[in-house]
């Protein structure tokens, strides 16, 4: 054991895991991250951590990560004993390891005034160690109880709600409408941001714990009702997803050449894996916009790069977000300002304060050419929040041979179980109570179907909390862990989506 550093956030500067160089990268579908780190190193990192007396970390996580604790035991070298207390409160670790934007160094005490701990590094090293040293394997029940448990979507939502349940003894299903377990996990992040084989090995762990998938099996066909929900299982978890895309239903919509993100990204990911693509979307030597500035979009530029894009540009409505903090934006909340992603990196061009209006076919060939956009002048008030926008430069063309939206989503595909009588908001999400029922007696929902579209780490801790619900639903009582979501966040955070 090393020697504890009470004042090493004083002495050692903040060093996560980085990125390999992008000029490599962008010729492979390896992993973006680099495959190799220093032991010594995230020890260290380790020793950044303060140990606060209020840990805002573990309010800034929604599972309520125990971070202290598994910081320091990792700079003292203890790796055993720090995955199982990861572990305790995150089923999946390497999912938000590697996918979180991590809200919990947002919250950081450090991040007040300096760099905060590389809390997501330190958590990715800590799982990434306990795979290769075999530390992780099945846990079955010791007894079953005889209930069973149906769950629609397996997502990370789906599969925390299916693990916690099928520990507490219940015979969980899970009904997957695509070729493979994993939902957006496999199909919508792109192999070199989260390789699919930390998806697959966590699914062979629930299979070999007990867990049932079916796959290829849409709840709500005609060779799957939904009706079996309620007649064949003792409850059923709705973890189906935030699936629908926000439209832009401008003049030239219906041009070939303009698409969802989704279908570009999960056509990419199946063609790697092998599978059959009906109409594959292709960015090879293309002019490609990107609308939207999220992850969705990022991952959109990274694969257009990778396919051999002419030019790829993202363009994002909003203004460009300010180098520091706004007043009207303090810590702990998480900073709104600007940062590159690590698309941007690898090449891209990016426009802010950009309004599409049309897109178009100048050529006349069906196939969209140009985007026609205004360029907006947005107000902002003495804290720094917007009130308004006029247009700074009208009617600018840009060139587009591939227009991929990607400007976020609404609430799950509701219409398959509208007939069970579930009940939908206008956006289309599940109405639940505070228990993640819906309207239906013994039915729930978890996750993006019933908040909208979230972060990977609200779906975990959903899917914990709605498997606690549905234990107790059935046997009137529940010893599994409840998240660190108060019964209210999730309504908090729904309202403000």
Request: glycine share 10%.
């Amino acid at each position: 054991m090393s020697e504890r550093h009470p004042d090493g956030y004083r002495k050692i500067p903040r060093m996560p895991i980085g990125y390999r160089d992008p000029r490599a990268r962008v010729r492979d579908s390896e992993e973006v991250w680099l495959p190799v780190w220093s032991e010594q190193q995230l020890r260290g990192q380790g020793q950044r951590c303060m140990d606060c007396g209020v840990p805002m970390c573990m309010a800034g996580c929604p599972l309520g990560n125990i971070i202290p604790d598994w910081n320091d035991l990792v700079s003292r070298g203890d790796w055993r004993r720090a995955i199982d207390r990861l572990h305790a409160t995150n089923n999946f670790p390497e999912f938000t390891g590697y996918t979180c934007p991590a809200p919990c160094e947002s919250s950081c005490t450090l991040a007040f005034t300096d760099q905060p701990v590389a809390i997501k590094s330190i958590e990715r090293a800590i799982i990434d160690k306990a795979w290769d040293e075999g530390w992780i394997q099945p846990q079955p029940p010791r007894e079953r109880s005889g209930r069973t448990v149906a769950v629609v979507g397996s997502g990370p939502a789906g599969l925390a709600a299916a693990q916690q349940l099928n520990r507490a003894g219940h015979r969980v299903t899970v009904f997957e409408a695509d070729d493979h377990p994993g939902g957006l996990l496999t199909y919508g992040i792109p192999e070199f941001k989260f390789a699919r084989s930390r998806v697959q090995r966590r699914i062979d762990q629930l299979v070999a714990e007990g867990v049932e998938f079916r796959t290829g099996a849409a709840v709500g066909s005609t060779d799957l009702p939904s009706r079996m929900l309620v007649d064949d299982f003792d409850a059923a978890c709705l973890a189906l997803g935030a699936q629908n895309p926000i439209d832009l239903p401008f003049p030239g919509r219906e041009l070939a050449g303009v698409h969802f993100a989704m279908p570009f990204l999960t056509g990419e990911n199946r063609a790697r894996n092998g599978e059959s693509v009906d109409a594959p979307i292709s960015a090879r030597g293309k002019s490609v916009v990107v609308l939207g500035g999220g992850d969705t979009g990022a991952d959109c530029v990274a694969t257009a790069i990778r396919h051999g894009a002419e030019q790829v540009v993202q363009i994002e409505l909003l203004p460009r977000p300010p180098e520091r903090r706004r007043p009207s934006n303090p810590w702990p909340e998480h900073p709104q300002v600007y940062k590159r992603s690590y698309a941007q990196h690898e090449g891209a061009a990016e426009e802010f304060a950009i309004s599409t209006k049309a897109f178009l076919d100048q050529d006349g060939d069906g196939r969209v050419d140009h985007i026609l956009a205004d360029r907006l002048d947005w107000a902002t008030d003495e804290g720094g929040n917007r009130t308004g926008s006029t247009i700074a430069e009208s009617d600018l063309l840009i060139r587009a041979d591939l227009v991929l939206l990607a400007i976020g989503f609404r609430g799950p595909r509701a219409d398959p179980f509208q007939e069970l009588g579930v009940e939908s908001d206008d956006w289309g999400r599940f109405v639940v109570d505070q228990d993640l029922m819906t309207s239906v007696h013994g039915i729930f929902a978890a996750g993006d179907a019933h908040l909208g579209p979230s972060l990977v780490v609200w779906a975990i801790a959903e899917g914990r909390d709605v498997a606690r619900s549905i234990d107790r639903f059935l046997t009137g009582r529940t010893s599994l862990p409840r998240s660190a979501r108060s019964p209210n966040a999730a309504f908090a955070l729904r309202s403000a989506l």
